[in-house]
């Protein structure tokens, strides 16, 4: 079994900036993909970002340019880099391990963009 904790959440104004950490318990690069996701109240969950193995990422169109997702495999963490906060991008924030068969969760973050 995999564990994935998140952390660095919380409330922040628009314009604002966090960071998320999500540390696994075991390599990064076993798993095909590292990536992010939210959800919304309401909404469905929706991919952030991702980092595969090889490196190449992924950006939901809503957050290219403001958004930067990283890992440092020493460590088994993957960073989510948010800037330029908006309101709407209040949501609860999950890592995901990706493997060939199977995929993991974290227990989310909640990030809530208000002034």
């Known amino acids: 079994q995999v564990q994935l904790v998140e952390s660095g959440g919380g409330l922040v104004q628009p314009g604002g900036s966090l960071i998320l950490s999500c540390a696994a318990s075991?390599?990064?690069?076993?798993?095909?993909?590292m990536g992010w996701y939210r959800q919304a109240p309401g909404q469905q969950r929706e991919l952030v970002a991702d980092i595969r193995s090889s490196g190449m990422r992924t950006y939901a169109y809503s957050v290219q340019g403001r958004f930067t997702i990283s890992r440092d495999n020493a460590k088994n963490t993957v960073f989510l880099q948010m800037n330029s906060l908006k309101p709407e991008d209040t949501a609860v924030y999950y890592c995901?391990?990706?493997?060939?068969?199977?995929?993991?969760w974290g227990q989310g973050t909640q990030v809530t963009v208000s002034s």
């Open positions: 995901n391990a990706r493997a060939i068969s199977v995929s993991y």
């Open positions: 075991r390599s990064i690069l076993s798993f095909t993909a």
